[in-house]
């Protein structure tokens, strides 16, 4: 019979003296299909990678937040969170040869929830990620008009407004709450047409896998960064140029550090910008050459060049924005323009400030074009790695091993899907909707799912070793011991701080009503300290606890504290790039080998498994918390809450599909080869039983 324990401890589901888990890694990589050259995934990882949020979001949160200041969150979590977690996600597709499901369901059955989830929600990206690149694509054909002035000389706000219905029934909602509310309002054609466009080319992009893709990112990952020079010298010689670039980077406003909304905003740039948590990584990288592949050389050539082109796209951007804010100035009879140009956000600033400052210029409608062909390329390949990775997960499931359908007959129908739940954003309420569904994803959904890797690798990976040297009681107690501390922690650091609670409410405490949301610091020094004292208690318990091999403190409270998960994937990597026959294995936890680790750039070091385990978990375990505070004690962005259910709902979903994998793993198998079942109903209660099966007979 085949079973799954109840507990987190992962016994291998038997079918005869197979290894099911092996079985299916085995039936995956049959035929498998790899990148044509190293240098095709690099380009494919980084133009997912380097979207549109290049563009415009990471410009606009370096000038919102202080200029220069904000890069030293950014860089801090660039380093200290996104990096290992990229790093993370590349060696369990490279080396499990598996999309995100299915590559953490390799490490335990009852992980496979997690890549589920993230899947879903790089997939539900997509549907109003194509809704932007829509516009985009609008705007391309707009450029072509063989008349003098583009259409949006005049009023490029009242275009852009005209085109996305910003100002229909959802605008006129949240105008005045009293108005009643149509869920939809009136479908705008052009933007059904413009995601049809997008769509299609997604299609054409990925119907062949990584064959096609191969070709793709060669020409659209190149051309933007070409472009974006282009438009840097264009705009370095600008009136107002060198203003623009004081206002994006070189000005310091460091009382900005002060505010914890900076940390989170840098975060949530991280994961949307470098892609990971959202099943791409791990799609991709399942593509490589276990063999052969340097990942850690191209996590470094991902970040790297994502963070360089960011910064180039701010340049860019701002040069004409100070150009933009100096006209206005002149034109004004007071001297003093009365909008501020360099306030303008998020799709405000690359389809009405920018092209604003392009219509102005000589040839705008030349200017038009390669500044939104470069948006449509940008966009295009984030877009179909995000649809590339459900149809990695699609060919990597159950269903489709056992069909084995060609890849186009895979992506036809998820780009059909894709399309058909992007109409909900071509209604007027669309872009109310984006901005909802938005939030719920990056800055709940991006975060938790980055919290549950830490966990499955620093946490559950390899940790049948840990029971085995000091015995699984010892182990237990630790783990749980620390979530729980944390949780503790974050609990009364957040809980007394914050927003006070409206007048009607029964307080159960008067005297902490009284100081409530005042004292910031004191309890967050509170709450380090129950977190920290309980953890340096907890950890003697279970040294006292330990039983097994394991001689010697040091050695116990390795066994217990240590990543062995991380570690385990550390190996792989580092000796993929070692010439063993002259330098030998590398081995983890050496002197020799650790030190070699620091040095070389090819290498993860030993840091790897602490800000894996340690520091990244435990970080975005408490800006999870934060984040839903901050989203309970406010509505988000002033809207109704009738309109944030929606974005609540995907929420829940992906923490739902999370729970059903882990608590019936079963269900991610197949029926009709792993049970021994013949019939249906037998079938059905195999996959729903989490228990031992012992009257599975095997066929």
Request: with cysteine.
């Amino acid at each position: 019979h085949y079973y799954i324990t109840n507990n987190l401890r992962y016994e291998p589901v038997k079918m005869g003296d197979v290894d099911i888990e092996s079985k299916i890694q085995q039936d995956r990589e049959k035929g498998r299909k790899e990148w044509d050259h190293p240098i095709s995934f690099i380009l494919a990882a980084v133009g997912s990678a380097v979207g549109l949020g290049n563009v415009w979001r990471f410009p606009n949160l370096v000038s919102q937040y202080g200029g220069a200041p904000f890069l030293i969150p950014y860089f801090f979590i660039l380093i200290f969170v996104g990096m290992p977690i990229l790093g993370m996600e590349l060696s369990i597709g490279t080396f499990y040869q598996a999309g995100d499901a299915d590559a953490f369901g390799s490490m335990n059955p009852r992980l496979r929830g997690i890549g589920l989830a993230s899947v879903f929600a790089g997939y539900t990206i997509t549907f109003y990620y194509c809704i932007i690149l829509g516009y985009a694509c609008i705007y391309f054909v707009e450029c072509f008009h063989k008349t003098d002035a583009i259409p949006w000389y005049d009023n490029q706000a009242a275009h852009f407004d005209d085109i996305s219905m910003t100002a229909g029934m959802a605008a006129r909602k949240l105008a005045d709450p009293s108005t009643e509310f149509d869920w939809l309002g009136t479908f705008n054609w052009k933007v059904f047409v413009g995601i049809t466009v997008v769509w299609i080319l997604i299609f054409l992009s990925i119907f062949k896998g990584v064959k096609s893709t191969s070709w793709v990112v060669k020409f659209t990952v190149p051309l933007p960064l070409l472009i974006l020079l282009i438009l840097i010298i264009r705009g370095a010689f600008l009136d107002g140029a060198g203003d623009g670039i004081k206002a994006y980077l070189i000005k310091w406003d460091g009382s900005t550090l002060n505010d914890p909304v900076i940390w989170t905003k840098a975060i949530g740039q991280v994961f949307f910008s470098l892609g990971v948590c959202m099943g791409v990584m791990t799609a991709y990288s399942s593509h490589n050459s276990k063999s052969k592949t340097n990942v850690a050389m191209s996590e470094k050539a991902i970040s790297l060049s994502d963070t360089g082109i960011a910064l180039l796209g701010g340049f860019a951007i701002y040069e004409v924005l100070g150009y933009m804010q100096k006209k206005c100035e002149k034109d004004s009879a007071t001297g003093v323009c009365a909008e501020n140009y360099y306030k303008q956000a998020s799709m405000g600033l690359a389809f009405i400030a920018y092209p604003s400052g392009l219509a102005t210029l000589e040839a705008p409608q030349f200017w038009g074009i390669i500044f939104f062909g470069c948006l449509i390329m940008l966009g295009i390949d984030s877009a179909f790695s995000l649809a590339e990775c459900f149809v990695t997960f699609a060919k990597d499931c159950w269903i489709g091993l056992r069909l084995r359908p060609k890849t186009w007959m895979v992506v036809l129908p998820t780009c059909i899907v894709g399309w058909l739940a992007g109409l909900l954003y071509c209604y007027d309420s669309g872009t109310v909707y984006l901005d909802i569904i938005d939030n719920y994803l990056n800055n709940w959904g991006m975060v938790l799912i980055g919290t549950l890797e830490c966990f499955a690798v620093g946490w559950v990976y390899k940790i049948e070793d840990q029971y085995k040297q000091v015995g699984k009681l010892s182990v237990m107690v630790y783990n749980l011991g620390f979530v729980f501390f944390l949780l503790i922690g974050t609990i009364v650091a957040l809980a007394i701080p914050g927003k006070k609670p409206t007048e009607g409410t029964k307080a159960v405490l008067d005297a902490l009503l009284a100081s409530y949301g005042k004292d910031q610091g004191g309890a967050l020094g509170v709450g380090l300290a129950i977190f920290f004292i309980g953890w340096i208690l907890l950890t003697c318990i279970a040294v006292v606890l330990s039983k097994g091999p394991a001689s010697g403190i040091g050695s116990k409270l390795w066994a217990i504290m240590g990543w062995h998960g991380a570690d385990s994937l550390r190996t792989q990597v580092n000796n993929v790039v070692r010439n063993k026959e002259k330098d030998g294995v590398w081995v983890p936890n050496t002197l020799k080998s650790e030190i070699e680790a620091l040095y070389r750039h090819d290498c993860f070091c030993i840091a790897f498994g602490f800000l894996i385990k340690y520091f990244s978990y435990a970080l975005l375990l408490v800006v999870t918390c934060i984040n839903i505070k901050g989203d309970i004690e406010t509505s988000y962005g002033g809207y109704p809450s009738d309109m944030l259910i929606l974005g609540q709902l995907v929420f829940v979903f992906m923490v739902f599909l999370v729970l059903l994998v882990a608590i019936f793993p079963r269900i991610m198998y197949d029926p009709i080869k792993h049970s021994g079942s013949n019939s249906h109903l037998g079938r059905l209660t195999w996959m729903f039983t989490p228990k031992p099966c012992p009257s599975a007979e095997p066929k």
